[in-house]
């Protein structure tokens, strides 16, 4: 009887069992990282003249009308961990014979403001103000607290001495999105 | 990203090395008349009285495969950046890329010849079958994030996997029907273990420029279904029960039928034709299961500031939770459902077919049960071709295959088998029997066993019989 031990199949299977992988580091995957950017519409609102107008007594609204609104809220742990960057975009389109000042604003729970951006000076017909503004995480600890925003809008004192005829049909079109630049 | 080093190879390893044509057994098929052939090919012929497998050693067979990558290219200790290699890998993958893992494990194999005409075979064995494929937008979104292409289409429809582990019973009758063909079939009874899948899903995350804000995101038509047996708890939890598992893959009542047929033909004395189809049935899954399914549409331009136009002096307060109710609008618009309704599983079915020319030095049948008393020559070449229907498409392979026997008793193949992701398949498998000790071994892709870390594809099969001439 051949001997088994003198035959192939051993050294197939010998070969097989020496099989190995080379030079492997999976510890390697903890190295990765990961730098997301997601972009996403944030808040938008219109409004009309009727907005900017006491019909009661006749006269044009010129003193600062704000809304707050929830926003997103921002003290996750991992938001606190891994946002680095946010870009917000604004895109106002006025069409209003009439200059706007628009503030916008983040605040706490609390209402006390974690963030502020410069006012947004909108000229008469500017159908397309754009401005974006970048908020650096590291150095504004305190947005992370933010879970609303608040908006001002001051419809402009006229130069001219026209009122604003709440009749016509004309908007204040305000329009943002947010870019949120993540490093894990 | 902080994550267990070890799951995620594993999952990595799993879900996107995407290894591939893991179950094309060309080695084994039509190889030397083994017993094990006969899995391959029900139709093929054998020369032998009766065999008996080894209780659990009869045939064994680990496959996994890559399409694209290979664990070299992200975990070989060069020095590069891991973040870089990680990308370089995304880079490369395709929602066409799979990761295709296959194990079968004969835990009884036996057969007896019946007549001149008729060997029955018969068995039992555990299979473990799972095809994944990439979802390449989803991947590359979670990891990119939308801000390079916010206009980029995200498809759901490139989830796709199905993995099954489950028992089969079988039993077959390999037929000669005259000198020049033979004919079998074999009929199988499944009994399903552990299942999990997600197929035919549709659904696209759409961006735009929007009218009232400046995008508009569309989350548009999605169906979304995913059907698990044996896996998850009433929560989604996973529960996977030691005891029943291994219990159902033998008697469940998760049951299903199957056939293979197969044939041989000798078109003259040298040339021979064979074929076969395999697993053409299904598994009925009605024990544990969890299914969900998400539908729905929705779409998303921001939260809108209101105002309340009576109040002329400041925007009335808003009380209600804009965060909420957009949650709240979402979910309405995509619910979610879990249910146990029962849900058949397709098995994968195999195809192959093969031309064989045999030449050289000629001897007659070792045995008279064969009675064209058919020459057997010591050389033999020829093509082979194989295909499984998989949840994308029907994969294909092809192989060129040279066999030798070097005795009566030691039968050499080697194989090149070529798809569409490799191109240098090399093969080799030996048969031998001493006595009536038979054992074989079989291994794929042989110039990379040396260092697996850069195969794309990995394939063992071997197994011990006791034949009796």
Redesign the interface.
Known sequence: ??S?RK???IL??V??L?????????????????E????????????NQ??F????NSLE?VTP?????????LNSSFVRNNLVKVQL?F?INNQFDRDFNVTFQFLDDNDAITHSLQTFNIDANNLKYLHNEEIMVANNQLFLSSTK?K?LVQLAPSTSGSVIDPNIEKNLV????G????K? | ???N??T??IV?WLLFSCFGYSQNKQLLYGFAEMPNTLLSNPGAETNFKFHAGIPGLSGLSFNIGSSEAT??D????DKI???TK?KNLLGKLTERDFVDFNTKIEILNGGFRLNKKMYISFGLYQEIDFIGYFPDDIVNS???????N?YKTIHFSEIKYKGDALGVLHAGISYKVNKKLNIGGRFKLYSGSLHLSSNNNSGTIT?VN?D??????YLSNLNLNFYSSGLLDENNNLNIDATETIGNFFLSKNIGVGIDVGFTYHYTPQIEFTGSVLDIGFVSYTKNINNTSIIGSHQ????????D?TN????S??NK???EELYNEAKANVPSETNTNSFVSWRPIKFNGAVKYSYGRARSSKECYDETYKEYYSNSVGVQLYAITRPLSTQVAATLFFEKSISE??HAKLTYTANDYSMSNIG?G?S?Q??IFH???L?DNIFN?????KAKSAS?Q?GFNLIFD
């Open positions: 009887m051949k088994i035959n192939p199949i197939l299977f070969c097989l020496s099989s190995c992988i080379h030079n492997l580091d999976f510890n390697q995957v903890e190295d990765l990282t990961a997301p950017v997601f972009k996403s519409s944030l808040v938008y609102f219109t409004l009727i907005t107008f006491d019909r009661i609204i009308i704000s809304q707050n609104s929830k926003f997103l809220s975009d895109e925003i908006v305000f329009k943002t999105a870019t949120f630049f993540l894990t | 990203m902080k994550m080093s070890r995620f190879v990595f664990i070299a992200l975990f070989l200790n950046d891991f973040t990680f979670l990891y990119y994030g939308n801000g390079n916010v961006t929007g009232t804000n400046i995008y508009k995101h998303f331009d921001g939260v809108e500031v209101l105002f136009e002329t002096d400041y925007w307060p808003i939770d804009y965060l008793k030691f080799v030996v031998t001493v006595g054992m074989y071994g291994v066993m040396t260092n697996l870390a063992v071997f």
